[in-house]
């Protein structure tokens, strides 16, 4: 399944993509052009950085003993993943009410991570002097999430 998210996410298939103009040439125009716009996430700073993110924790999960594989670090692991899906997904709406939700989601896997990395860190799977750096970034995350939510 991760090989699956990194080929979605990370790698972009040269074969069939069409540049904008070509979108506008082939669709019908500037509002055919300008929703195609209005649903790119990848354009989106929130969403780099929670891919980003999601890489980070799948990094250290791959630290973990076997034993917490299907525990843990696979919980960590999707919630992770589930932020900047949910990111995604909320570009695709139309309606404030139904973006909000998507936002909503992402917060709420955003503090599910990071409750389960304070968790990782209590029982001694996370190994960091002070603070940890994840959680850190996730604290930057659920400030922006919130700026975005107000927009």
């Not at 843990?72 to 997904?89: D, G, M, P, R, T």
């Not at 389960?116 to 994840?134: E, F, K, R, Y």
């Not at 930057?140 to 975005?148: F, G, H, P, S, V």
């Amino acid at each position: 399944m991760y090989c699956l998210f990194l080929y979605l996410v990370f790698w972009e298939r040269e074969e069939g993509r069409r540049t904008e103009d070509e979108v506008e040439r082939s669709e019908g125009g500037r509002a055919k052009k300008d929703s195609m716009l209005k649903h790119n996430f990848r354009q989106l700073k929130i969403w780099v950085d929670s891919v980003k993110l999601a890489r980070q924790v799948y990094v250290l999960t791959q630290t973990f003993p076997n034993e917490h594989k299907f525990g843990l670090s696979s919980q960590l692991y999707w919630s992770a993943v589930s932020i900047s899906s949910n990111i995604a997904e909320r570009t695709a709406r139309n309606s404030q009410k139904g973006s909000s939700h998507f936002l909503k989601i992402s917060l709420d896997s955003a503090f599910e991570l990071e409750t389960q990395l304070i968790i990782g860190h209590d029982c001694l799977l996370i190994n960091t002097p002070g603070s940890n750096p994840l959680i850190e970034v996730i604290q930057a995350y659920t400030e922006a999430n919130r700026k975005l939510s107000n927009s």
